[in-house]
Structures are given as structure tokens and as C-alpha cells.
């Protein structure tokens, strides 16, 4: 299926497509899918990520309303939880992210984390590009599985860590290094007043102690209310900005190249293990992608020629 089929087809399209990518994503129709999406990237990746029970989902269905509102397109991918059973996704954020199912401007997809500890499920970065080539947002709710939830970082173009009043998250986001990660904190359940101003004061004091490594950005705190919408506009405002901030000087570019090449090497380590990464440099081969080249068919290279030599 070409990407203009899925343009054209709406969200059962879409659908279809995505469930190929997840059954089979080495075929030669979803990596020629993959490859033309990857050369159209329309829309801006959010990854949300932080502790189970912050209110991840609910901040997401609030940013899905508000970029509605603003006639914006968004496509959501929900990592679940797996279920022992099946090994499918539990669908419990997908259930929680509100919206409206007719609204053709809103798609949500929910993949299971199954045995991966970094938030994220096998096939997110394949669904990633695939939307991103047709929502102008694409949000990305990680698996809340703790504080090994980095994978987010490789994949998002703006990571939204969030913390929640009254938890330690605040203590816990500084102890597990994961201050390197966001490059903007958002202390959820704002309505809670005084608790979640001073969650909200200890990040920022923890802030300045730490060494941030975003360059010119600042990290920003901001707390916010899904129930009661409180900073929600704060919080699309600055993702609006931290967007025309990667816009800038080819910022963005540079970003998803090194991204890119962080995932092939990823994939090829997880398929021929270690040694086939060293085993490609014996080969001439390295594992750089030129500056006009994508990852999967970098990937499809790289992986040929292991193949061959073994």
C-alpha cells in the first residue's frame, strides 16, 4: 500500500497498514511504504513518558482536544503493557486517551511493549514515520514502566517527561539520570494546588543543579491539568516553540540523522548481535547513513551483507 492510498483511505487504511508492519515489516510492500514515508515527513513527534500512574494518557487526550481545536491532525501510538497470555497490548492507555472515534483528524494505535524495557514496542519507530508522514502531531505515550524509559528519546523529536505531586518523582527523575532526557517536564494534576506547585519548584531547584544537555533550549517546567485544562495552553505553546526552535538552522535534520543511525545500529545489534556489528567493519562496511539516505534501506544494505557472509 503506497502512502497516498492511506491518505486517501482514512483510518482503516491506516489500520491495515500498521497490523501489516507488525506481522511482517520486511516485506517488500511495507518496506516501500516505510521508505516513501520516510522521504515525506509532515508532522512533529512528541514522545510523553514518566512513572505509571502520572497521568500520561490523560495529559495526551488533553493535547489531542487542544490540537483539534486548532484544526490540527494527530495521530497517537499508545505502548501498552503486554498481556502474558496473548503477548497483545493490554489497550488500557488506549482506552484512556479520550477523543472522538468519527473525528477523521485523530487516530490512536495501541502496540504492546511485550519483552522491551525501554517504553517502547518493536515496531514504534516503522509506525512513527509511517504517521508523521500524514498528522501534522504524532504523540507517543511510553509503557510507564519506570526509570529505564530512555528509548523515547531516540525516536521523539520533543520528549515531555512528566511528574506527579507528592510522589518523589521529582527526587527519583534526578537519582535515574533521566534529566537528560526531556526537554520539558510537566508536573501533572495542577488542580492540586499547593502540592503541585511545590513539585513543581523542586524540579526546577533540582534543575538548577544538574547539567542539562539541550544546547541552546532551556529545560522547561510547567504544571498542568488534564481535568481542568489549567496550562494545557502553556504546555502546546511550548511544544509549538521547542518545534520552531529544531525548525532553526537545521536543527530538526541533524536530530533525526543521528536518531536514525542510534536505530540501525539498534536493529542490526538485536539481530546478529554484537558481533555482526563488528563483523561489518571487517567487511568495509560502517554504520554511518549518508545525509541523503533513510534507515531502512540503510538497513536493508547492512543486513544483506551479514547475511551473505555468514
Not at 72 to 100: F, M, T
Amino acid at each position: 500500500m503506497m502512502l497516498q492510498a492511506l491518505r486517501d483511505g482514512g483510518k482503516r487504511a491506516l489500520a491495515a497498514a500498521l497490523a501489516a508492519i507488525e506481522r511482517d515489516s520486511e516485506n517488500t510492500t511495507t518496506q516501500a511504504l516505510l521508505d516513501a514515508a520516510w522521504r515525506q515527513p509532515c508532522g512533529h513527534v512528541v514522545g510523553v513518558t514518566g512513572p505509571p500512574g502520572v497521568g500520561k494518557s490523560s495529559l495526551c487526550a488533553a493535547l489531542v482536544a487542544a490540537w483539534r481545536a486548532n484544526g490540527q491532525s494527530v495521530g497517537v501510538i499508545a505502548v501498552d503493557p503486554s498481556s502474558k497470555a496473548s503477548g497483545g497490548a493490554l489497550l488500557g492507555d488506549r482506552v484512556r486517551i479520550v477523543h472522538d472515534s468519527a473525528d477523521d483528524g485523530v487516530f490512536v494505535r495501541s502496540m504492546a511493549a511485550r519483552d522491551r524495557l525501554g517504553g517502547l514496542a518493536d515496531q514504534t519507530v516503522a509506525a512513527m514515520v509511517v504517521m508523521r508522514a500524514l498528522f501534522d502531531w504524532v504523540l507517543i505515550e511510553t509503557v510507564g514502566v519506570g526509570q529505564s524509559e530512555t528509548d523515547v528519546a531516540e525516536v521523539a523529536d520533543t520528549v515531555v517527561f512528566c511528574v506527579q505531586p507528592g510522589s518523589g518523582d521529582s527526587l527519583q527523575f534526578m537519582k535515574a539520570g533521566i534529566v537528560e532526557i526531556p526537554h520539558l517536564i510537566a508536573v501533572t494534576k495542577a488542580d492540586l494546588g499547593a502540592a503541585a506547585e511545590r513539585a513543581r519548584t523542586d524540579v526546577a531547584v533540582a534543575l538548577s543543579l544538574a547539567v542539562a544537555g539541550k544546547g541552546l533550549w532551556p529545560l522547561k517546567v510547567l504544571a498542568v491539568s488534564a481535568r481542568s485544562g489549567a496550562g494545557i495552553d502553556g504546555l502546546t505553546q511550548t511544544l509549538e516553540a521547542h518545534r520552531r526552535y529544531l525548525a532553526d538552522e537545521g536543527r530538526l535534520a541533524i536530530t533525526r540523522h543521528r536518531q536514525s543511525e542510534g536505530w540501525i545500529e539498534e536493529s542490526l545489534r538485536e539481530r546478529f548481535g554484537r558481533e555482526g556489528i563488528a563483523r561489518l567493519g571487517r567487511l568495509g562496511f560502517d554504520l554511518t547513513l549518508p545525509a541523503d539516505g533513510q534507515p531502512f534501506e540503510r538497513l536493508r544494505v547492512l543486513s544483506k551483507a551479514l547475511e551473505e557472509a555468514r
